[in-house]
């Protein structure tokens, strides 16, 4: 089976550096047989620290380095001399990178831009050495402090991509066609399921040079929350996006039904999704001829509580007046203010890992992925099955 370079979800072990110890040292010399105590500080531990960088597309890098590991300080000694300071460990990590602790799912900080830095765990102070407990009373203190100790822990890295409008859609939607055709972005087209197995992001240009960014995720389908398909652990790249934009093919038998089955897929993973603005896309108008009186008969029964609009990324239909669309939502102050609230109170919620995801392995099937490639599984399923026929993969399998 062909493996993904995308990865946007990492279980790392981080260790801070220890402080070193403070030396008990006694000054000797030729002609000073009992000097006074000059025993040095130790050095501090090493930080790990987070920093985000642009160059990074997905947490690919970090997949094989989970144990991160900061240097530990040296100890202090004679003369007063310090003990050297243990070398910080950076992890370089993409924007839009969230971490959480393993254990508890608890959320603790958040990569968004580029060289920002975030001290994970600090590293420890080193101790006194014997000369900083002089005192006229005690002139020979035969003491000194050890070095605090470091600090462990095991964290989740999730990455969540950066972009203003999030599509969401069943398979063949017409999600990557309209990606390629707004933006420079190149993903895969095809007429059959599936044809889209990471996320890609599109630079979307706009009137008088101002731009903003599309999210294409894989598409979801019914029970999509139960592990059916994909399963729904793309569904966490829309999470910061503004603008949810909502595409259901105009050949479909009832788009309202598919429309609310796709919201009912958003409700399971996280009911908060659905605070955010959603557009509603009528995509493939080419295939029903753009007919005026069809048009208005696919209009009935559809919400009307959000903004709908039909779609033709292969002839170009409305396309310009979907972007106008989507940016002037985009700029719509009460909706800005409504999507940094809500990204910022689902990024917080705390993260329920306990479920992993179990992808099968077809070893006779080479050629890629395949929709019988993929089984999801809770562990109690899967203990009568040979171990050697799983692959383990660190991804949550969240509702």
Request: aromatic fraction near 8%; charged fraction near 25%; include cysteine.
């Amino acid at each position: 089976m062909a493996e993904s370079n995308f990865i946007d979800y990492v279980k790392i072990y981080c260790r801070s550096g220890r402080g070193g110890r403070g030396s008990t040292h006694m000054h000797r010399a030729k002609y000073i047989p009992k000097g006074g105590p000059d025993g040095g500080n130790g050095g501090r531990g090493g930080h790990i620290i987070l920093r985000g960088n642009r160059n990074y597309w997905t947490l690919l890098h970090l997949r094989y380095d989970r144990h991160i590991q900061a240097e530990h300080g040296g100890n202090g000694s004679k003369n007063k001399s310090t003990g050297h300071q243990g070398a910080d460990r950076y992890i370089e990590v993409p924007c839009g990178t969230v971490v959480y602790n393993a254990e508890t799912g608890e959320y603790i900080c958040d990569v968004t831009e580029h060289g920002q830095e975030v001290v994970l765990l600090r590293g420890g102070r080193g101790g006194l050495g014997n000369f900083n407990f002089s005192t006229p009373t005690n002139q020979a203190p035969r003491y000194a402090q050890p070095g605090e100790p470091m600090q462990e822990l095991i964290v989740i890295l999730e990455l969540k991509l950066l972009a203003d409008v999030g599509l969401v859609g069943f398979p063949n939607a017409g999600k990557s066609t309209l990606v390629n055709a707004l933006s420079s972005a190149k993903p895969k087209i095809g007429d059959y399921p599936f044809t889209t197995l990471e996320p890609s992001l599109g630079i979307v240009p706009y009137r008088d040079g101002r731009s903003f960014v599309i999210a294409d995720i894989p598409g979801i389908i019914e029970g999509a929350s139960e592990g059916r398909g994909l399963g729904l652990r793309f569904l966490r790249h829309i999470e910061r996006n503004s603008i949810l934009l909502f595409m259901v093919s105009a050949d479909t038998e009832d788009i309202r039904k598919e429309y609310d089955t796709l919201l009912n897929e958003l409700a399971q993973y996280n009911p908060e999704l659905l605070d955010k603005r959603r557009i509603l896309a009528i995509t493939k108008c080419d295939l029903i001829g753009h007919d005026t009186e069809l048009i208005s008969m696919l209009s009935e029964g559809l919400p009307t509580d959000i903004p709908t609009i039909f779609i033709s990324a292969v002839s170009g239909h409305h396309i310009q007046e979907l972007k106008d669309l989507l940016w002037t939502e985009m700029n719509n102050e009460s909706n800005k203010i409504a999507a940094i609230n809500s990204t910022d109170s689902i990024l917080r919620q705390p993260k329920d890992f306990s479920r992993l995801t179990y992808i099968y392995e077809d070893d006779e099937d080479d050629k890629g992925w395949d929709d019988e490639d993929i089984e999801y599984m809770d562990e109690e399923d899967i203990e009568d099955l040979d171990e050697d026929d799983f692959e383990y993969v660190d991804t949550p399998d969240t509702k």
